[in-house]
């Protein structure tokens, strides 16, 4: 690590950067921050028609006026010469602007053309987590009802769609039980397979706040010894791909010592005694076996979390793209249920869910479920969304793909046209050598706001969006808080607002009747009107009443209603049948939550003698996804300018490697380049390498430095999620035979 980026990062730690000092400015114009789903408030400085500087907005609840690194310098990517500003045609190879009315109608023609050749299914939509609610409630509604595709995901797959699943197969549906009230007065944290200090930062802050003002405990359960790792009261270093080993032995622990809510697993739970008979095999030290914790730490760990009256569980993706993803998430709130650290202050299991708006994409049924967590399989919940849509219900599709299997249906012939929305596959989807070949045998459309971009050097047609700050909308952030966006300026060139681009494409197929609204306002009034009675009902809420209140955590049943922090205070749950997002075994008529039994099961691939190293990939400070805002910031791009790939001091010994030597990353499905840095933040027997960084853009194409040349194409058998967590490989330096 950069000497600059250990100072960043311990400013970071110790000293909140606080906004930008005042500048002139013609206007300040209320927002939401459109990277992470913190959802921290702030005011966008426009003069001259330019966004010139953002201020943090003191009055919000979630940051107090804070705003970490990239927030403050997240004016700096509106204006810039490789924004996308022209449709563009592929003609002769090569990318030409052309008018809308071309683009569009030839988006039109070919979309005509497979539909009648080969019906709605071979026509893929694949999304995002960074649009607005409206924007996902109109393509959800064009994708799903007007085209009626089933193949309709989004890159929420990539990140949340573990968590879901497991607040579905506990809870009935979806949606963080908690808030970050119960951040603050949990007496213990156990942060699960997430660094917030570098992925949410603000809500670090507080965090670190609570930590020292009230003695807030801190358990991290993580391989690496992240900035929370290291500040933790205890952690826990468990071998990749071991959660359940983990959770389990906790669990033997707090039934061992009785440190169980009887009330709750007797009358508002189902499942208790395969709990209790499968963690009898997972004492302690089977636990320290298969995790390499010792077994005192798990008791300790287990005692101090079961012993304190509130506790608040954060977990990320080293849940949701590591090993057994969906059963991790579901053995958390297991966890909680038994010891009734749930619906009340200080208790909760929270998500951490990643993009600023990917709770909107999933509360308006963006991908795999239908609007108001509305259960695709359900008779009922189609024809109230057909009847909303004023469309035949057998229309709507009642069930989805993912994307990966997308991939597969390209490969095999029988999707031909993918329209890509908001998100950069060419970087972010694992195994990609045969993600890049199929993007090549595709009618490709890419709508996205900069150009060059990754993706769209697969494209045959691009469609050019408008980004945060050039439009206005809704997002719901981690703690189910439904905040404003507004727009500030205009978007450049020809570029145009996404929910424009979805009215006209859906006019051009008919079907303007449904989307004739004249603004987002009367989109979300739209959905609104279908959020009645469901878990995240949002019909109380106005964008005026947003705006005054800083946002409303759903639900909020009507005008004056103040919003709801907590779910399940009541301990009744959404498992019936009637109400649950999803059929399965799950399902309750008396509402109670369910726990799960789940054993053990070792990752399918790990360190062998090829591949004697085990590889996690993940995210850094500086930047955000696959770079196309933040490498546009050089504020950003100084402390941390190309890939790289962290090894421990031992085995940077033992292979003979010093500190920023450029070499070799090979796995089973392919190769990187990129320099080394030595770092104790990683055991030994492990790497880590940042997914940020890219190898098709122009300036970057001499680089073969993308992390997802590496990582294993294996999903979670529930959620479908890519496991990028858990995985081998070997480093060899360079000019070595491989
Ligand atoms: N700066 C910045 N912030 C971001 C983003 C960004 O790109 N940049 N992206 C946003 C998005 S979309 C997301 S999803 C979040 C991601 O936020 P996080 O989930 O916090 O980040 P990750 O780095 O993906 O993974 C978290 C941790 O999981 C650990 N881990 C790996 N394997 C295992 C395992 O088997 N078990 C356990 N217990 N832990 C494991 C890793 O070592 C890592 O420290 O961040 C959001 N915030
Ligand atoms: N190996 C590995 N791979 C990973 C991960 C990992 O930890 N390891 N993490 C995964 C996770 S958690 C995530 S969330 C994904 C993220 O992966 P992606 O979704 O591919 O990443 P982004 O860079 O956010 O892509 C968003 C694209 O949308 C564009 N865009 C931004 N705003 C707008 C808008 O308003 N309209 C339109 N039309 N376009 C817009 C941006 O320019 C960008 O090209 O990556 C996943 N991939
Ligand atoms: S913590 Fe997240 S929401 Fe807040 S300013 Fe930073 S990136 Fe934006
Ligand atoms: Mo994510």
């Known amino acids: 690590m950069t000497k600059l980026r250990e100072v960043i990062k311990h400013l970071m730690d110790k000293s909140p950067l606080d906004s930008n ?70 003609k002769k190879d090569k990318l030409e602007p052309v008018s809308w009315e071309e683009a569009l109608t030839f988006m039109i023609n070919k979309m005509e053309e497979i539909r009648n050749e080969k019906g709605p299914k071979a026509i893929g939509v694949y999304h995002t987590g960074q649009l607005l609610l409206e924007e996902y409630y109109a393509l959800g509604k064009l994708a799903k009802g007007v085209i009626g595709t089933p193949n309709v995901d989004s890159n929420t797959r990539l990140c949340m769609a573990s968590a879901v699943k497991g607040t579905i197969r506990s809870f009935g549906t979806d949606g963080s039980p908690g808030c970050y009230e119960d951040v603050d007065e949990g007496e213990v944290l156990l942060i699960f397979g997430a660094n917030p200090a570098e992925m949410h930062p603000q809500l670090w802050q507080r965090i670190l706040h609570n930590r020292e003002v009230k003695g807030t405990k801190i358990i991290v359960a993580d391989p690496r010894t992240t900035l929370p790792a290291q500040i933790a009261d205890i952690h826990l270093p468990l071998r990749p791909g071991t959660n359940i080993a983990l959770l389990n032995a906790m669990i033997h622990v707090l039934i061992r010592e009785n440190l169980l809510d009887e009330e709750m697993i007797d009358e508002h739970t189902v499942g208790f005694s395969a709990v209790k008979a499968l963690v009898e095999d997972y004492p302690p030290g089977r636990g320290e076996e298969l995790t390499g914790i010792p077994a005192e730490t798990i008791v300790e760990a287990a005692l101090l979390f079961g012993k304190a009256a509130r506790g608040t569980t954060l977990y990320g993706q080293g849940v949701n793209q590591s090993m057994s993803a969906t059963d991790t998430a579901a053995l958390i709130n297991t966890l909680h249920l038994i010891t009734g650290k749930l619906g009340k202050p200080g208790c909760a299991p929270i998500s951490l869910t990643g993009q600023a708006s990917a709770m909107s994409n999933r509360d308006v049924g963006g991908s795999f479920s239908l609007p108001g967590f509305r259960n695709p399989a359900n008779p009922q919940h189609r024809l109230e969304v057909a009847e909303a849509w004023k469309l035949d219900v057998e229309k709507i599709p009642a069930y989805t793909h993912d994307i990966m299997k ?23 989807l694992p195994d990609q050598k045969s993600v890049r070949k199929s993007l090549e045998n595709v009618f490709l459309v890419v709508q996205d706001v900069y150009y060059p971009v990754e993706t769209a050097a697969y494209a045959d047609l691009f469609l050019p969006g408008a980004q945060w700050g050039e439009k206005t909308g809704t997002y719901t952030n981690i703690e189910r808080r439904v905040n404003l966006a507004n727009q500030a300026v205009e978007p450049p060139g020809k570029a145009k607002g996404d929910l424009k681009i979805f009215q006209e494409i859906a006019k051009g ?122 490498k546009r910031i050089p504020e950003l791009v100084i402390t941390a300018p190309e890939g790289f790939v962290e090894l421990h001091p031992l085995d940077a010994e033992r292979l003979d490697i010093r500190e920023g030597e450029r070499i070799r990353v090979v796995s089973r499905r392919g190769w990187i380049q990129v320099p080394a840095h030595i770092s104790t933040t990683l055991s030994p027997g492990q790497v880590f390498v940042p997914y940020h960084f890219g190898d098709l853009d122009p300036s970057e194409a001499h680089l073969k430095q993308a992390a997802n040349h590496l990582t294993l194409n294996w999903k979670d058998p529930f959620s479908k999620q890519p496991m990028y967590k858990t995985s081998a490989c070997r480093i060899e330096k360079v000019g070595l035979a491989q």
């Open 406 to 428: 997308m991939m597969e249906l390209i490969d095999t012939g029988k999707l031909d046209l993918l329209w890509v929305i908001g998100t950069n596959p060419a970087v972010s």
């Open 21 to 90: 000092p005042m500048i002139e400015v013609d206007e300040w114009v209320y927002s939401t921050c459109g990277y992470c789903s913190v959802g921290c408030g702030l005011y966008i400085g426009v003069k001259d028609g330019q966004a010139v500087t953002v201020e943090g907005n003191q009055d919000s609840p979630v940051n107090r006026g804070r705003l970490c690194v990239k927030g403050l310098y997240e004016w700096k990517f509106l204006q810039h010469p490789e924004r996308a500003t022209s449709p563009m045609i592929r």
């Open 509 to 630: 197929l008919g079907a303007e009747e449904g989307f004739s609204w004249l603004n987002p306002e009367e989109v979300f009034n739209e959905w609104k009107v279908l959020s009645k009675g469901r878990p995240n009902d949002m019909s109380g809420m106005t964008y005026e009443r947003l705006e005054k209140e800083q946002g409303i955590c759903w639900p909020c049943p009507d005008i004056h209603h103040p919003g709801t922090k907590r779910l399940y205070t009541a301990r009744v749950f959404n498992t019936s049948k009637g109400i649950a997002q999803e059929y399965g075994d799950f399902n309750h008529e008396e509402g109670r939550a369910r726990l799960w039994a789940i054993p053990y099961t070792p990752p399918p691939e790990s360190p062998d003698e090829d591949f004697p190293l085990w590889l996690n990939t993940g995210s850094i400070l500086e930047h955000y996804h696959t770079r196309t805002k933040t």
